[in-house]
Every structure is written in structure tokens, then in C-alpha cells.
């Protein structure tokens, strides 16, 4: 159906050329240049049709060859014959014999490499993503506009000064060449000075702009993925390596952002200095304009072919390392049985005999990478020494100047440069696009958890409430770690949770502080789910010190201060005093202001625990959880008594292992399993004979033995 719509289409355009010749009078031979225009501009208007129609790469294909097939005809008889043909436009009969050409000619290449068909859509598909993609990353420089469009004004004016300097060379040569005339001399270095001079300011400011509008881009992109980071579950950055968000945030931000601005810049140069060139080399001889452009194809398709048959020795020579690698390592890491069994010869044979193959296979891609390289030159050398042949016959000819050559050959070296380089950019954007995407995954990730309410009451009494709760961590979510967990947490009341390593003590710690969501059950704050509250509020309001707490690079105030919009320093301080944390301050060399070092590391774990503890009392918190706060402190028993003792109105939640710590707690409550087996006070407990009464025992026996 597409071709049919493409052959209509290329029909009523044939219809329309010979209503204008005939009907108007127009001349039907306009000369080669005119069948040229004719043939780009029908395929211009037949591409479109195709994309429009839906139609894949071996459609454009058909079109261009159906376009360009007459003209390139016409033109090689020329070059056989110059000057002996008439160049009239195609009748109907041409027309069909053009047309059953090209059919001819598109059918030959398809049938003969089908293959071309499938990867071309596979690559086709590639194609279509890394172009969304970039797009994307074009959309998010719309703030940089301003910087961006004085890069391109400047690189634009660059690329013309570029492009003019060998003209001007040219025609010094010619003055030189000629009669010498002082003032046409001079006037001519000058041009070309001037060109230079626009050339070489003009790419200063565009290499500026660039890089300004590429960190701007780069702060944004990491100010927006970290932001989103930062929402994740807690579950994703269990999931997720660090070194993984690491390089996301690093380098693959910076290779995304090179995509607009480096690969922009290049390929908007090499497509206006191709452009602008292409228009000079033509004014200078078209026939030798002709002759070059025969290189560009004839490398491509050499590169073409060299990549496929590289690409295949390079993933023979992976698999072969991966192999090799494989029975070196379980050679070695099963030495007792290799020995065992006497199998020493047969384990040297095999990793010689894949060695070997690695040995083919390398030599194979080095005498490939050779042949490439000679073909390459070859075909350069028989273009240069074709048009140098060539020059010289129209110079004879008085067609062209020595100048003019000279020019011709300079813009020639360029153009195969420029040409190269707009390859290869189209290469680099599909790798950082390929950045781009994977910085993208992260950006667009939705956290796996119910996005926190708006709930912000103003009294909070802090009654939590366990309901029935069911929880599976994600990463085990076959392996339940606390299974229809009931429990109530007081306000004004200290309750504690005991148990063995493993009972699930940490894991309502987790629920409560909201880290993950449960599956079964809710728990509760003041009878609402924690979801409704208020993100903030809810951390606010819920304070939490862990056994090994974390500090950040700063002061001491800052690190009790963390997280608070506005803290008062008679806060911080009144906080330090209530966890025993102000004298040890005090005594350091700055006092509040002394730096903490990297994660803490100029204290030690107890005064780290301490201004952990002050940290969670400066948010004056409605429920306070103590996840074995004081265990690394000299006295962390009497300390936690006595912290308790502050806490008369909170809800505290205490984790020991220590028995001692939390045998004077209203509540206690034994987890084992994931269940909660038993819970009551310590009188109750131990009154029952139940697990928490051996549990104490055990932990008491040890103890004494340890001291004896
Ligand atoms: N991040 C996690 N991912 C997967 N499973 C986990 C994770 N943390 C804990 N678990 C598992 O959940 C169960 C309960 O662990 P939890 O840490 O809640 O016990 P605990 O009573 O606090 O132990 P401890 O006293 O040793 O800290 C255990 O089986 C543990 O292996």
C-alpha cells in the first residue's frame, strides 16, 4: 500500500512537471545542475510521503534511489562525454523505465542482503528511542536558550570565517601566481587575517557558551535526580548500589548534558561548514565537486562493513576471555579435586587450547584492522590522485585557476573531515542518549509508597497503635519478618521490646518511622494510619536515636539541629544538657562549633550516641524511640534511666539487649519469630516462667560468668 501511495505520488509529481513544461512553455532542458535540483527536490517531497505513510528504511531507500538514480546517470556520462549531451526532462516512457530501474535496483539489494531488512528495523527501533530521548534532553535546555543561541549565532559566524579562508588562500596564490600586484596582495592577506581573527574569536565565545549552558544544565539535572532520590522507598536504596546512584548523579548527568551541548555544537559546525562548502567547492568546479563526493559513500560503506565483521570478532574475543577466565578460576578454586583426580594436564590442555582461539581471534582483528586501514588510504589517495588528474585538465582547459585547485584540494581534506565527524557524532548521541536513558530511569521512578498526607494536628497525643501487622521486607518478600504484630505504645508510658536477634524488634522501628510500608494491618498515630501525616511533621513528631547513629561533616550544633528549618542555639544547648551531651561539648576546642569530621569520626561512638540522643530531644518529639541508645556509653544503664526519667509525658519505645535497661518499663513486650509472644511488665513476665523470664536468666548467667 505504501509503495503504491509513494508511486502515485512520484506520478502526479512527474504529471505536474510536464503540465508546466507543456502547458506554460517552460524549457524542458535546464542542464545538469536543473536535473539535479529536480531529483532532490522529488526526493525531499517522497521522503516525507514516506515518513507520513508509516514507511520503514527499505521504502526511503527505494525513494532515494527512484530520485536520484537519473540525475547520477546523467552525470556520469558527462564526465564520460563533457559536453556532448542535451539534458531533457524524462517523458513518460522515461519516466517508466526510471521507475522499473529503480524497482530493479531496490529489489537486487534487498533480495541479495536480506538480513538488512530485520536489523534495520531493529535499528530503526534504536533510532526512534535515542531521538525521543535527546529530545527530552533538548526540552529540559529550554532554560538555557539565551546561552545556547549566542553559542549557535557565534558558532554560525565562526564556521563562515572557517569556511572562507581557503577561498582567500586561494586567491593569494593566484595574485602570487600571476601578475603581482601589491595592493591586491595585501588586501588579500588581510581578508584572510580578518577571516582568521573572526574564526578564532568567534569560536572562543561559541566554546564559552557552550560549556556555561552545559554546567547549567548539568546543576539542574542533578539538583532534579537527587530530589527524587532522596523520595525513594527505602526498599530502592537496599536494592540499588550505591556506586550505581553514584555514577548516575556523576557521570552519566554529564554525558547526558554533553548530548545537547557537544554533540549540538558539533554537528550544527560540520552540517553548516559541509553546507557552506559544498556551495564554494560547486562555484569552484562542480565536475571535481562530483569526484569527491564518490569518497564519502565508498568509505562509509567500507566502515560499514568493517564494524559488522569487527563487531563479530569482538564478541567471539569476549566470550573466549569470559571462558578462559571461567576455568582458570574454577581450575584454581577446585585445585583439591583437580589434584584429587590427577586432572592437572587435561585443566593446562583446555585453558591452552582457549587460549589459542583468544590468539586467532586477535591476530584475525588485527590483520582486519590493517586491510581496513589500506583499503581506507587507497581509496582516499585514488580520489586525491583522480581529482589532482582531473584539476589538471580543466586548469589546461582554462576552467579553473592553480589557486582555485589549491583551494579545492584544502576544502576537499575538509570536507572528508567534516563529513567523518558527522558520522560520528550520530555515534556519540546514541551513546549519551544511552546516559541520558539511565538518568532518566531514575528521574521518572515513582516511589514505591504511599505519598505522605497533609495531616498536621496541632496536639499530637502519641498513642501508636500496632494493628495486626503483617511486614516483608522487599528484598524477602517470601520470608515474613513480623507476622499480626498487635501492640499499643502508651503516652506517658516507657514500653520495651525484648527478644532474641532476629525476633523483629528493629523491623516495627522501621514501620513506625515509616522507612517501609506493611502488607497486612496499619499502624496507627493517635488512631490515623502514619501515611496521612505530613512528611516532616511526621519526623518531627516521631523521633528516633539508633545504635549506631549517624553524623554528617559539620559542627556539633548542626548535627543536633539536622533536619530543623529554625532551631534556636538555646534549644540545641537545652537538648545537649538532657543528653548528657553538654559537658563533653563544652570541652572540646570549639564547643558547639567544633567540626564532627566525616561521618563523625573525631568522636566517639558514645558522644556520637549523645548528640544522636540531643538531636532527637531538640525536636521535642511526642514519641521518642530508643533503639539501643545508650549501649555504647560508660555508664549507658544509669544513662538511660535517667533520660527516661526526662520523658514524663512522651510515648517511649526502648530496644535493649541489656534487661537491666528496660526491666523498670511500663510495658515490655517479647518478639521472637516475628510474633509477639508474650507481653506485660517485668513482674508479670517473670511471673509467667515464659520466654522473657529465661531470656533474662540466660543473659544474667552470662553476665556473671563474664565478670568472674
Ligand atoms: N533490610 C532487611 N532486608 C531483608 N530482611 C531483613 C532486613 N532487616 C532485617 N531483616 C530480617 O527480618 C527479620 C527481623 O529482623 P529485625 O532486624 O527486625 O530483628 P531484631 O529483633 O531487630 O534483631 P537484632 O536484635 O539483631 O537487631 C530477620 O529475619 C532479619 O533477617
Known amino acids: 500500500k505504501v509503495y503504491v501511495q509513494i508511486l502515485c505520488c512520484d ?18 532542458d535546464g542542464g545538469l545542475a536543473w536535473l539535479w535540483a529536480l531529483g532532490i527536490l522529488r526526493w525531499a517531497f517522497l521522503h516525507m510521503a514516506s515518513i507520513a505513510s508509516s514507511g520503514g528504511m527499505v521504502v526511503r531507500r527505494w525513494v532515494a534511489t527512484q530520485c536520484l538514480l537519473w540525475p547520477i546517470f546523467r552525470s556520469s556520462q558527462v564526465m564520460l562525454q563533457p559536453g556532448a549531451l542535451s539534458y531533457p526532462i524524462p517523458g513518460p516512457a522515461g519516466v517508466a523505465l526510471i521507475t522499473v530501474s529503480g524497482i530493479a535496483a531496490c529489489l537486487f539489494w534487498e533480495l541479495t542482503f536480506p538480513e538488512a531488512q530485520t536489523a534495520d528495523s531493529v535499528k530503526e527501533k534504536k533510532k526512534q528511542e535515542a531521538k525521543a530521548l535527546f529530545l527530552r534532553v533538548v526540552r529540559y535546555s529550554r532554560p538555557d536558550i539565551l546561552h545556547l543561541g549566542t553559542a549557535f549565532l557565534f558558532l554560525s559566524l565562526a564556521v563562515i570565517c572557517e569556511t572562507f579562508i581557503p577561498y582567500a588562500t586561494g586567491k593569494v596564490i593566484d595574485i602570487l601566481g600571476s601578475q603581482y600586484e601589491q595592493s591586491k596582495f595585501l588586501s588579500a592577506i588581510g581578508l584572510m587575517s580578518i577571516l582568521s581573527l573572526g574564526s578564532a574569536v568567534c569560536s572562543g565565545v561559541r566554546g564559552g557558551m557552550f560549556m556555561c549552558s552545559l554546567a547549567r544544565l548539568n546543576r539542574r539535572m542533578r539538583h532534579m535526580l537527587f530530589r527524587n532520590l532522596v523520595q525513594q522507598e527505602i526498599g530502592f536504596f537496599e536494592e540499588t548500589k550505591p556506586g550505581d546512584l553514584a ?33 564554494l567547492m560547486v562555484g569552484i568546479s562542480w565536475q571535481l565537486t562530483l569526484l569527491t563526493c564518490v569518497e564519502m559513500p565508498l568509505l562509509a560503506a567500507l566502515q560499514n562493513c568493517y564494524n559488522t565483521f569487527y563487531q563479530a ?70 580520489v586525491k590522485v583522480g581529482m589532482l588528474f582531473y584539476g589538471r585538465q580543466l586548469i589546461m582547459l582554462n576552467h579553473l585557476t592553480n589557486g582555485g585547485l589549491l583551494a579545492f584540494v584544502l576544502y576537499q581534506k575538509d570536507m572528508v573531515t567534516n563529513m567523518k565527524s558527522l558520522v560520528y557524532v550520530f555515534g556519540t548521541m546514541l551513546n549519551s542518549v544511552g546516559a541520558a536513558a539511565k538518568v532518566f530511569k531514575y528521574l521518572d521512578r515513582k516511589p514505591l509508597q504511599e505519598e505522605a498526607g497533609s495531616l498536621e494536628p496541632a496536639h499530637l497525643e502519641g498513642r ?22 498487635s501492640l499499643t505504645l502508651r503516652p506517658g508510658k516507657v514500653t520495651a ?11 516495627c522501628i522501621s514501620l513506625l518511622e515509616r522507612f517501609y510500608e506493611s502488607q497486612q494491618g496499619e499502624v496507627l498515630l493517635d488512631g490515623r494510619p502514619l501515611h496521612q501525616y505530613q512528611h516532616s511533621y511526621l519526623h518531627r513528631k516521631v523521633s528516633i536515636v539508633s545504635q549506631n547513629p549517624v553524623l554528617f561533616s559539620g559542627s556539633v550544633s548542626d548535627n543536633i539541629r539536622y533536619g530543623l528549618k529554625d532551631c534556636s542555639m538555646e534549644r540545641v544547648v537545652v537538648a545537649a544538657v538532657k543528653a548528657h551531651a553538654h559537658d563533653f561539648i563544652c570541652k572540646l576546642e570549639d564547643g558547639y562549633d567544633t567540626d564532627v569530621g566525616e561521618c563523625g569520626g573525631q568522636l566517639s561512638v558514645g558522644q556520637k550516641q549523645c548528640i544522636a540522643i540531643a538531636r ?53 513486650v517479647f518478639l521472637e519469630g516475628g510474633v509477639v509472644v508474650e507481653q506485660g511488665t517485668d513482674k508479670e513476665l517473670m511471673a509467667r516462667r515464659g520466654r522473657y523470664r529465661r531470656l533474662k536468666e540466660k543473659l544474667f548467667d552470662e553476665q556473671a560468668s563474664g565478670d568472674s
Not at 506520478?11 to 524542458?28: E, F, M, Q
Not at 578460576?329 to 583439591?336: H, T
Open 313 to 382: 570478532l569482538s564478541q567471539q574475543l569476549q566470550d573466549c576471555k569470559a571462558q578462559a577466565k571461567e576455568l582458570a578460576g574454577s581450575a584454581v578454586g577446585q585445585v583439591r579435586t583437580v589434584r584429587g583426580c590427577g586432572a592437572e594436564s587435561a585443566e593446562i590442555r583446555r585453558y591452552e587450547e582457549t587460549l589459542s582461539e583468544m590468539h586467532r581471534i586477535q591476530s584475525s582483528k588485527g590483520i582486519a584492522s590493517a586491510i581496513h586501514l589500506l583499503l581506507r588510504r587507497m581509496v582516499t589517495i585514488a
Open 497 to 507: 521490646l525484648v527478644g532474641p536477634s532476629g525476633g523483629g524488634k528493629s523491623s
Open 616 to 668: 532527637a530531644l531538640v525536636r521535642d518529639p511526642r514519641v521518642l524511640i530508643l533503639d539501643e541508645a545508650t549501649s555504647c556509653m560508660d555508664a549507658g544503664t544509669l544513662q538511660m534511666q535517667e533520660l527516661l526519667s526526662g520523658t514524663a509525658s512522651q510515648t517511649v519505645l526502648v530496644v535493649a539487649h541489656h534487661l537491666q535497661t528496660v526491666q523498670n518499663a511500663d510495658h515490655i
Open 464 to 485: 501508636v497503635e500496632f494493628r495486626d501487622v503483617t511486614f516483608s521486607y522487599p528484598s524477602q518478600p517470601d520470608k515474613p519478618a513480623l507476622k499480626g504484630v
Open 11 to 28: 506520478l502526479a509529481l512527474w504529471g505536474t512537471l510536464w503540465g508546466w513544461v507543456y502547458l506554460l512553455g517552460s524549457p524542458s
Open 247 to 279: 555514577s548516575r548523579l556523576e557521570s552519566d548527568t554529564n554525558l547526558m548534558g554533553m548530548s545537547v551541548a557537544m554533540n549540538v555544537n558539533v554537528l550544527l559546525r560540520s552540517t553548516v561548514k559541509t553546507a557552506g562548502m559544498l556551495v
